[in-house]
């Protein structure tokens, strides 16, 4: 090592205290980093346990309505059917009245016609 008088051990010693002194700032500086990543992290973990409780009721409101739609999609496509079937309920019926009447009205022309020709 150089005498400390000379210019080179100055120099040396000036360029040592100086990078302590920088080393010593990005230290502060990466100790002032972590503390607020840690406050984050902290922040984040208390969000996320306040929202957990949420974020499952949601999902149970979601699957809750899902079922609902599912149900009402399952009526919808019944009561769809039912009423298919009444419309050939219903025209068959009609269909059945027509003919009784048309019957009915045949007969009469029919017992008119006897009357006036037979008497």
Do not use: C
């Not at 840690?38 to 929202?51: G, I, L, M």
């Not at 974020?55 to 739609?69: F, N, Q, S, W, Y």
């Amino acid at each position: 090592m150089p005498d400390s008088g000379t210019e080179t051990a100055i120099t040396l010693r000036f360029l040592q205290e100086a990078f302590a002194d920088w080393k010593s700032g990005v230290d502060r500086r990466f100790d002032d980093v972590i503390a607020r990543l840690d406050r984050v992290v902290a922040e984040f973990q208390t969000y996320a346990q306040e929202q957990g409780p949420r974020t499952t009721a949601l999902e149970h409101r979601v699957a809750e309505t899902e079922k609902d739609i599912a149900e009402l999609q399952r009526l919808r496509e019944r009561d769809r059917l039912e009423a298919r079937e009444d419309r050939r309920t219903s025209t068959g019926t009609k269909v059945a009245i027509a003919t009784a009447l048309l019957g009915a009205l045949v007969a009469v022309v029919f017992g008119v016609l006897n009357l006036t020709m037979g008497a």
